[in-house]
């Protein structure tokens, strides 16, 4: 089956720092990648969908200069979290397709703590 | 708005027991239902998927069902074991391309 590997799975770092998260498909090319944010007890919440090639599209609410996305390749995209603080915390969860109506398929999710 | 619904919130069985999980939803054009696990602390695992045409859905010991009409589904665990302890969430997908409706999730927890 498909798989979606997610790196790394827990980050602590200090208020200030910026957070680089790989999301990458092992054995598709991901045409189309997602990024999540889950709170505790809480639904799966798109923060912005990037299409490989092209600027990603931010929900609405989703500040595109503090969680900058990149999808360079069909098998890699990146989350950077700059200048994190506190209330950046939170679990970040990423998933891939194959574009049109494939299915996402989900990677393990990286906890965030900023101290 | 698209919605989904799932109830319980939350669900304590003992080992062995069977459950169902309920999932309401309001998605519309309607595409497809998945039901999936999602352990503490890991990503979401897809159980079942099930479009329009289709009532029910196994995946070994889980067995999903979809009334389209009544825009209900339900993921039943037969023979529960601790390892099933988790949450369960239902995911809708409407037609064309929209991001998926997520519910809440069910915390289940299989107790010895």
């Known amino acids: 089956g498909a798989v979606v590997s997610q790196h790394p799975s827990r980050v602590i770092c200090k208020s200030g720092t910026s957070v680089k998260i790989e999301c990458r498909s092992l054995?598709?090319?991901?045409?189309?990648m997602f990024w999540y944010r889950q709170f505790p007890k809480k639904s799966l919440m798109l923060m912005a969908t990037?299409?490989?090639?092209?600027?990603?599209?931010?929900e609405q609410g989703v500040e595109k200069d503090k969680f900058l996305i990149n999808h360079a390749s069909l098998t890699l995209s990146t989350l950077t979290v700059t200048s994190a603080h506190p209330e950046d915390s939170s679990f970040y969860i990423c998933?891939?397709?194959?574009?049109?109506?494939?299915?996402?398929?989900f990677g393990d999710g990286t906890r965030l703590s900023i101290l | 708005k698209n919605q989904v619904e799932q109830s319980p919130q939350s669900l304590i069985i003992l080992e062995g027991k069977n459950c169902t999980l309920q999932?309401?939803?309001?998605?519309?054009?309607?595409?497809?239902l998945r039901w999936y696990k999602q352990d503490t602390g890991r990503g979401p695992v897809s159980l079942t998927i099930?479009?329009?045409?289709?009532n029910t859905k196994s995946n070994g010991r889980y067995t999903a069902t979809l009334d389209a009409d009544t825009k209900q589904s339900s993921l039943h665990i037969t023979a529960s074991q601790l390892s099933d302890s988790a949450s369960y969430i239902c995911?809708?997908?409407?037609?064309?391309?929209?991001?998926?409706?997520f519910g809440k999730g069910t915390r289940l927890s299989v107790i010895a």
């Open positions: 998933s891939a397709s194959a574009g049109g109506n494939q299915p996402q398929h």
């Open positions: 054995d598709f090319q991901a045409t189309t």
């Open positions: 990037s299409n490989e090639g092209s600027k990603a599209t931010y």
């Open positions: 999932c309401n939803y309001t998605v519309s054009p309607f595409s497809n």
């Open positions: 099930m479009t329009f045409s289709e």
């Open positions: 995911v809708v997908s409407a037609a064309g391309n929209t991001p998926l409706v």
